[in-house]
């Protein structure tokens, strides 16, 4: 899930640098929209994976030749 939540930080900045660099539009607004809602879905995803009570995944059941 920690995962997830980075890809969902990526996506948020790359909206920011578009939302804050642009002249008023309403496309700017679009993406500052954007990245608000990445921002916050980022931070649900951040306390989600540390009150998570699934276990770590077992490296048992790795697909490794070994």
């Known amino acids: ?14 909206a920011a640098a ?6 008023d539009s309403t496309s700017s607004y679009i993406a500052k929209l954007l990245f608000v809602s990445f921002l916050f879905v980022f931070l649900l995803l951040v306390i989600f994976s540390l009150f998570s009570t699934a276990p770590p995944p077992s490296s048992e059941n790795s ?3 070994l």
């Open 1 to 14: 899930m920690l995962e997830w939540a980075f890809v969902v930080l990526l996506i948020a900045a790359i």
């Open 63 to 65: 697909k490794l030749p």
């Open 18 to 23: 578009y939302g804050y660099t642009k002249s």
